[in-house]
């Protein structure tokens, strides 16, 4: 489990800010406190591979490479079986798959269509870039979930999605050209602040209640307090980009 989504225990040093006249305590919050129901998280979490399978399927059609259709079937597939696996999940509840993907396919076909890009390396590193951050993402989600199930999905999230076929194709194509880098880095950057919004559709951003020692005053769940935990999935992110030799 990624460190970031386990809960800390409480602290004297902790910064306050003042609420209607009132100072109360800032406490980081976990994206597991704040999490959708288990339904929710499948629903999106299965959508989101099926999309990611649909778009290297594109991407493989439209490289007119017999090399490169080969390589991405390979993530192309792992990213099918994740989606398997979620629908198995969700039929074992007794809840029907496509009901619980609806919701949230007009986002995740918007974000992967701005993935896409405008050549053959900028969707594959759109995909990279999109997949390795909302598996992050989703797996620190998984701390939500019953115990059984929790276990099952961060097992699941945390097995090869096959990037390093897709970090070998845009080395190999910055190698070939490196006027190609700065464009890659562009495209990289542009697309973080669209995933975050994905992100926060699998949020419950509502009201909670301080604790007893701040005399129990409304806190709303803002930026401020989610911030630091989207900070480190930037983070990672960096270092992905930093891997091809890229500036996040």
């Known amino acids: 489990m990624i460190s970031w989504f386990r809960r800390r225990g409480p602290s004297s040093n902790e910064p306050t800010v003042v609420?209607?006249?009132?100072?109360?305590?800032?406490?980081?919050?976990d994206f597991a406190e704040?999490?959708?129901?288990?339904s929710d998280f499948l629903g999106q979490a299965a959508y989101l591979q099926l999309a990611v399978f649909q778009q290297y399927s594109a991407i493989s059609r439209d490289s007119g490479r017999l090399l490169t259709t080969e390589l991405i079937a390979g993530p192309a597939g792992l990213a099918?079986?994740?989606?398997?696996?979620?629908?198995?999940?969700?039929?074992?509840?007794?809840?029907d798959p496509q009901v619980l993907m609806s919701p949230y396919v007009v986002a995740i076909d918007r974000l992967l269509g701005i993935a896409r890009g405008d050549s053959i390396n900028e969707g594959l590193l759109g995909l990279y870039i999109t997949q390795g951050f909302l598996d992050d993402f989703f797996r620190g989600l998984a701390a939500q979930l019953p115990a059984d199930l929790a276990g099952r999905m961060e097992a699941l999230l945390s097995?090869?999605?096959?990037s390093t076929v897709v970090v070998d194709i845009l080395r190999d194509a910055i190698i070939e050209d490196p006027r190609r880098a700065h464009r890659l880095a562009l495209s990289g950057r542009r697309l973080v602040g669209d995933i975050i919004l994905v992100c926060h559709a699998a949020l419950?951003?509502?009201?909670?209640?301080?604790g007893a020692g701040a005399g129990d005053h409304?806190?709303?769940?803002?930026?401020?307090?989610?911030?630091?935990?989207?900070?480190?999935l930037i983070g990672r992110h960096t270092?992905?980009?930093d891997g091809l030799g890229l500036t996040a």
């Open 19 to 29: 609420l209607r006249a009132s100072t109360v305590p800032t406490t980081r919050v």
């Open 34 to 38: 704040l999490a959708s129901d288990t």
């Open 80 to 95: 099918l079986r994740k989606h398997h696996e979620l629908v198995r999940e969700i039929r074992r509840r007794g809840e």
């Open 159 to 162: 097995t090869d999605n096959g």
């Open 204 to 210: 419950r951003l509502e009201t909670v209640t301080a």
């Open 218 to 232: 409304a806190v709303a769940n803002t930026a401020e307090r989610v911030e630091p935990v989207f900070t480190e």
């Open 239 to 241: 270092q992905r980009m």
